[in-house]
């Protein structure tokens, strides 16, 4: 019984070390594709962490618009990181353009992230917040 437990926690230790933060690279990913739908925008570290808070616990964080996305990758998949980003966010961005276009000067927002390795794939969630001023 001590080692079923034993293999119970180590088997968990690995599940949970699979799950990995995106890299701080991936800020200039999230500053691009916001750039294509606004010029009212200002980067926020701080709405970058509400945005991963966000992923975790959405009721947790009140936002005036969010934009979020999660899509599998194969583990072997050679894509970069930044292009597996953009193919599952701007088609999120495109039907969010509007309410985008709309935010006033000054409006913050942060993006943000995690990869988490489910055996032979990769899923990739990702979420942006924004607060008008």
């Known amino acids: 019984m001590l080692a079923f437990f034993l293999l119970l926690v180590l088997d968990l230790q690995s599940v949970v070390a699979q799950v990995d933060l995106l890299p701080e690279e991936s800020k200039d990913t999230f500053e691009t594709l916001n750039m294509l739908y606004s010029d009212n925008l200002e980067w926020s570290y701080e ?51 509007k309410a985008l276009e709309r935010l006033p000067a000054g409006t913050i927002y942060g993006c943000n992230g ?3 390795g489910k055996g032979n794939k ?3 969630s990702a979420a942006c917040l924004y607060k008008k001023p």
Do not use: H, M, N
């Open 114 to 116: 995690f990869i988490d």
């Open 47 to 97: 709405w970058a962490e509400k945005a991963l808070e966000y992923l975790k616990s959405p009721d947790s964080v009140k936002a005036d618009l969010v934009i979020k996305g999660k899509q599998s990758f194969p583990a072997d998949d050679t894509q970069l990181l930044w292009q597996k980003l953009l193919a599952f966010l701007e088609p999120r961005f495109d039907k969010k353009e």
């Open 122 to 124: 990769d899923v990739i």
